[in-house]
């Protein structure tokens, strides 16, 4: 039989099931594996400036197509690099393979240069980690990996030593029968027939939905008419809910408002849509609880729930749809609509600027690039505040994507994800919304920008602070420390990267700018003054957190710093005042 070198059937079979890029870093210990993707035609080798990058762009590639994506890296550090991109890709659910090479395989356990237990430190981000230490395993681990990930909706590791890639195996018939993954799944008839009943003796009903909504939107408006009850949104699901749908109401939680807390609140029955909320203190007190989800051991473990139907979204709406009543009292959904309409109103009432008005509101900034934006732009946004105003400030019209590190929750994760969506959409509008402080964590990509030729657009809300946690702070009584920043002029390091870079200071500067830097043909950098102290508040405010911010204005005056309660009160009250 014929034989190949191991690291030539990884690459083909990859290319096989139409994998397209492998993102990463090079190294001696993966030189095996580059140097077949530099000689196969199929496969193109996307170089990123850190391998945590890599995956973090990787997960955005698989978010976006719903295909295998993979990711590389070197053994030791190149590994433990991987780590935390692959976090977030497993928290996601996105289906990733990461290669993560391996030192010498005669010299694993001598704590020889560079030694790590790959099979150890990526045990809790993936699904599947195996090491390659015979040719015999060949293609079969492999396939294994690629089905777990697919499969199970996450990530897939093998370990592979440098040497071992390089040496011969035996080539057999490649066994991937990855299109009969798809499956129906709903839940049995005499559950269906429980869930019917109760939803029919309901006379409040509110859905909470989230990323596993994504492809049922027809169906969810159908339950939402049939009920009548309004739709609240996790974030994830903001990009599969929110858009055409009269019914929506808004996000609760964190970063959420008060419309779609109301709306939980005051229902007696609440159908939560596949959906892994995690903040149990937004829950309703009293209500009667349903929960969709397609992985059973997620269900009840948020909040108690009544009864749990272990099924698709889409599929299970089908099943249920024939069961369900006309609810004929609308004055729930009415209500809540309502309430939706005027919460709008306080918030776009905050999203302006005025010329001259400084500093800029950083709603003004993600009101106007999303009026601007196209109608299928992708987003990527940092953790933090970038995060709330791209929950609250930015439209979903069913073309454009929204994505973020909304589970793991780590910064530096909009750069890193725009460069994989725009690998994946080269003619499309992505734009980072991007912190000072992700932006400067992995600046580096950057230069991968041209590197690879990614016409990403990116936004830098600079307040010169980790803003997010100085109000987390606030909320518990302690006074900020650690969080401001020391920046750099982003536009002139934007320029020395060869990128399009301006900084905006004044709000009448600001819309011909960002027009400027998306109609830009290459990479594009707009870096905006925004106040530090603006208020992202929760859409309920419990006792401790009142307390705290209390006994922080306390601490702050006894402590001499009564400017940062004066620059708290203007941002906050300026247009009042």
Request: negative net charge; contains cysteine; glycine residues 10%.
């Amino acid at each position: 039989m014929a034989t190949a070198k191991i690291a030539d059937i990884i690459v083909d079979t990859l290319a096989s099931i139409g994998v397209t890029r492998i993102y990463g870093v090079p190294g001696d210990s993966l030189n095996g594996i580059t140097d077949s993707i530099r000689t196969n035609k199929k496969v193109a080798w996307i170089h990123m400036r850190n391998e945590e990058a890599a995956a973090f762009a990787a997960g955005a590639d698989a978010h976006l197509t719903g295909d295998l994506a993979v990711c590389a890296g070197s053994c030791g550090p190149g590994n433990t690099h991987l780590i935390n991109g692959l976090y977030d890709c497993h928290r996601n659910r996105v289906p990733v393979l990461a290669i993560a090479a391996q030192i010498p395989t005669k010299e694993i356990g001598s704590e020889y240069f560079q030694e790590t237990k790959p099979d150890h430190i990526f045990k809790d981000c993936s699904h599947y980690c195996e090491y390659i230490s015979h040719p015999s395993q060949m293609p079969r681990v492999l396939e294994i990996a690629i089905r777990t990930a697919i499969a199970r909706r996450g990530v897939a590791v093998i370990v592979i030593s440098g040497d071992t890639a390089l040496q011969e195996a035996t080539l057999r018939r490649v066994s991937l029968t990855i299109d009969s993954m798809q499956t129906v799944s709903s839940p049995e008839p005499a559950l269906l027939k429980r869930a019917a009943e109760m939803l029919n003796a309901a006379k409040k009903v509110t859905i909470l939905g989230g990323a596993g909504c994504e492809g049922s939107h027809a169906e969810l408006l159908q339950i939402a008419e049939k009920l009548r009850a309004p739709i609240v949104h996790a974030l994830r699901g903001k990009e599969f809910i929110a858009y055409d749908n009269p019914y929506d109401v808004g996000m609760t939680g964190l970063l959420g408002f008060t419309s779609g807390y109301r709306a939980m609140e005051s229902c007696d029955l609440l159908l939560m849509l596949g959906t892994d909320f995690p903040y149990q203190q937004f829950f309703p007190a009293k209500a009667k609880v349903i929960q969709v989800d397609l992985r059973g051991e997620q269900i009840g473990r948020r909040t108690a729930v009544d009864l749990g139907l272990v099924g698709s979204v889409g599929d299970t709406l089908r099943a249920l749809l024939p069961l369900l009543k006309q609810n004929a009292d609308g004055s729930h959904l009415e209500d809540a609509q309502k309430h939706y309409s005027e919460t709008r109103k306080g918030l776009d009432a905050l999203a302006h600027g005025e010329p001259g008005k400084l500093p800029i509101h950083p709603q003004y900034v993600a009101s106007v690039l999303d009026r601007i934006a196209s109608d299928d732009a992708i987003f990527t946004c940092d953790v933090g505040t970038p995060t709330v105003w791209a929950a609250r400030y930015l439209t979903m019209t069913g073309k454009r994507r929204l994505l973020g590190s909304f589970n793991h929750g780590s910064m530096a994760n909009a750069l890193p994800q725009a460069i994989g969506a725009q690998m994946v959409y080269p003619g499309r509008q992505v734009v980072s919304l991007s912190g000072d402080g992700g932006l400067a964590m992995l600046m580096g990509e950057l230069l991968t920008l041209k590197q690879v030729k990614a016409p990403v657009k990116i936004v830098v809300f600079q307040n010169d602070a980790l803003s997010f946690v100085e109000l987390e702070m606030k909320a518990v009584g302690i006074l900020g420390f650690g969080t401001g920043l020391i920046n750099p002029d982003f536009a002139k390091v934007a320029d020395a990267c060869d990128v399009f870079g301006r900084n905006v200071e004044d709000p009448a500067d600001l819309e011909g700018t960002l027009r400027a830097a998306l109609e830009h043909p290459g990479p594009a950098l707009v870096s905006v003054k925004v106040a530090r102290q603006e208020l992202s508040m929760p859409p309920t405010i419990d006792f401790d957190q009142a307390k705290g911010f209390g006994i922080y204005l306390v601490k702050a005056m006894l402590n001499g710093r009564g400017d940062e309660i004066l620059d708290l009160a203007k941002t906050n009250l300026r247009d009042l005042l």
